[in-house]
């Protein structure tokens, strides 16, 4: 069966520090891939989407950037985190289908 | 744009008790629709996925219906329990084949009183 993989859990971060945020997937291959986020009070919004490797599409303008070095691993990252960066991130994938399933998520707090 | 709402945001119901969430979407051309569940904290649970060319799918005491001329689908849980308290999140996959991402409504909070 799939299984899909987030890490950290939680995160605290300065104002103006790096981030990298890391999904794996298991038991599939060539998934679609994604990154949302989802802010207090707010709804999920899409930020990344990937359909293979080194192909990533970006919904929204900011200053974080996403990557897929391999078939099952999608990064999130950031040179320089603000305070509107704060929020529950996921990751999601999809095979065929398009039926879309999601990891655990990681909180990331920026101070 | 693809535009999702759901109605109602909050709903408190005694634990037995038949409901239905509704969920509108304003672009009739999607590819699926897809129902979820996410508990505080935590990521989301894939309750059920509705093809455009299906009218409804069920699962358990859950079935879910779409009918997309209307723009409308709405989530049935029969015999509501206290372990259904949730947050309930419809989302919609736009028909066009070059962006296969989710469009979210803000969700409808569901309590369940025992």
């Known amino acids: 069966s799939q299984t899909i993989h987030q890490w950290p859990a939680t995160l605290v971060q300065p104002v103006g520090s790096p981030l990298s945020l890391e999904c794996t997937v298991e038991g599939t291959s060539n998934p679609n891939l994604y990154w949302y986020r989802q802010a207090a009070g707010r709804g999920l919004q899409l930020l990344f989407y990937s359909v293979g490797i080194g192909q990533i599409s970006s919904e929204v303008p900011q200053n974080l950037s996403a990557s897929r070095p391999q078939d099952r691993q999608f990064i999130l990252s950031s040179k320089k985190l603000l305070l509107s960066d704060s929020g529950f991130y996921l990751c999601?994938?999809?095979?065929?289908?398009?039926?879309?399933?999601f990891g655990p998520g990681t909180r990331l707090t920026v101070t | 744009k693809q535009e999702v709402t759901q109605i109602p945001a909050a709903l408190s119901v005694p634990e037995g008790e038949n409901l239905v969430l509704n969920c509108s979407f304003t672009?009739?051309?999607?590819?699926?629709l897809q129902w979820f569940r996410q508990d505080p904290g935590k990521g989301l649970t894939s309750l059920l996925l509705?093809?455009?060319?299906?009218r409804e799918q069920t699962s358990g005491r859950l079935n879910a219906s779409l009918d997309k001329s209307s723009g409308r689908s709405t989530l049935y849980i029969a015999a509501s329990q206290p372990g259904d308290s949730a947050t309930y999140l419809c989302?919609?996959?736009?028909?066009?084949?070059?962006?296969?991402?989710?469009?979210f409504g803000s969700g409808t909070r569901l309590q369940v009183q025992p």
């Open positions: 509705i093809q455009s060319s299906q």
């Open positions: 672009d009739s051309a999607i590819y699926n």
């Open positions: 999601a994938w999809s095979a065929e289908t398009y039926e879309q399933y």
């Open positions: 989302a919609a996959v736009p028909g066009d084949t070059g962006r296969r991402a989710l469009t």
